[in-house]
């Protein structure tokens, strides 16, 4: 078992008292695909980044289990998790715009990432990370490796993200809304990048996006995440049969072209739910 | 290739503007003052004809845009008129002042960002702790305790009771003159002339008014590069670095500490320049003959040319800095390129 998560709470110090934003979230994953979806605010981020111990300084984390290939994350020494960030576990963000070190060279940052990890001379981890940039589809890496970040796409910024944590061969990779600020022509292209390169690596992947089809259509599994609950734990195949009416009303408001209908309905939330 | 050379022509522009602008003001403060030049060079008690004579002399008979283009014309020869008071000719008596404001400027301004930005950096990576607190104690009494205080106690204390350091003064008697002036700035001097007793002696000189100095820009320096880092460190591309794996050494000085250069690079050309208009109060205190001496003392004795001249240079000074500041963040961040 790549991660083990039993009830994950999440909570913030405010002045008005302690704010939980993610109340008792549970899921394992081995080597799949993993999707969270859920609105904004659900507590997304905030469970992929505890799982890094990634988290603002005033969050709290709590758990029963927070286990990452064995190693508890919640008792771990600060050197353990530099051991695991990167080199076990890889982790992509939303917009490479903010992502990436705009004073640093591509070649750079994704050289450094290698050689963190890999050790090895300087000029065999910038002979490294030009073959990665090749990996992850960018024509000319030599050139690229000389660009700044604001001198290239979006896309091209996430492959570049890609390649940056994909260097020290991590056994998991979690991407937090990696294509929620691209264009949605390069989207597909980027998530199928991914998709390909960890099937092809074996790896695990936890993939965190607001769009329940998308999602739905790479991972294995899906977690429906509502105001700091899973809601709901389907497998991609069996969308259709979700029982739940949150899950059911994240597929209705979809629009379709098969079957358009005049209105989107607009989804209704029970404040029942978070009881149980 | 184009792009470049208009880029230049534009430098070239604003720079000329900005020096025109200079010169204009620095011609108005000699006119517009409420101080009779004529006065001010024959002394109260000249005789009618004599105050008339000077005022021919002087071209003050003449309208006002003549006598601007006379001032330009004067510039241009490197003339900047002469000083009443000194009787030398302006320029040789700023040749003679500057080096002192230099060296002391220099030296606290390095003393100054090398303690300033590394607090203002630990400051920031432990905000709000007891460190944070500290620090922020330490650089406000910087900000609010008076120099002449600090000067006074400080003389009081290292020189006249633990008789530690040097009086006031850039020199012992027994230095005077002993080593031949080519730069103006003692320490350079002593060491072209190979006199380390008199480099030794200089540099003794220094350490108060440079401590005091640079205590007041560290206090600056340390809140500006704080309040950059804290900016900083809530980047993203702080989080990647962290999910690298990588040590807060390098996610600090590494990833973002580079991130706030440009900025840093101009509060610093600012404290420099701030620093060498001289420091009048620490100048005076330490009897040091600086740039800020000479023109508080020309401009109580209404001595216009030394003004207007150190004006000039303090204006030219700050033209220059800023150029430098801007070449140097063109370097600095790939953005501005
Ligand atoms: N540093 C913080 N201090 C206080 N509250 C926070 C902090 N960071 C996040 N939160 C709160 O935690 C909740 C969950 O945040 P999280 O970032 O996990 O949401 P998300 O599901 O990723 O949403 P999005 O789709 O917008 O990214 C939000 O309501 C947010 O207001
Ligand atoms: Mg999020």
Redesign the interface.
Known sequence: MLVDIQNLRVSFATRTGTFEAVRGVSFKIGTEKLGIVGESGSGKSLTARAL?R?LPPNARIDADRLNFDGTDILKADERTM??????RA??I???PK???????TIGRQVA??WR??KGGSRKQALEAAVDLLDQVRIRDPRRVCDL?P??VSGGMGQRV?IA??LA?DPALLIADEPTSALDATVQAEILRLMEDLVSKRGMGLILISHDLPLVSHFCDRVAVMYAGHVMEELSAGTLAQAKHPYTKGLLNCLPSLTHPKPRLPVLTRDAAWLQS | MTKRLNALAGLLASVGLTLLGLVIITFLIGRVMPIDPIIAAVGDNAPQEVVERARLEMGLDQPILMQFFHYVVQLLHGDLGRSILTKNPVISDIARYFPATLELATAAVIVAAIIGIPLGVWAAVRQGTWIDQTIRVVCLAGHSVPVFVLALISLLVFYAALGIAPGPGRQDIVFQDMVPHITGVLTIDSIIAGDWDALWDALAHMVQPVCILAYFSMAYITRMTRAFMLDALR???V?????????PFSVIWI?AF??V?VQLVTVLALTYAGLLEGAVVTETVFSWPGLGQYLTVSLMNADMNPVMGATLLVGLVYVGLNLLADAVYRQ????VR
């Open positions: 890094m990634l530099r051991g695991i960030r990167g080199k890889g982790f963000l939303q917009d903010y992502s990436l070190n705009p004073v640093m450094e990432s963190q990890h700044y604001h001198e993200m940056m944590m020290p | 980047g993203e591309y989080i990647t670095a962290r999910a690298k794996g990588l040590s990833h580079p991130n250069g600095l961040d790939p953005r």
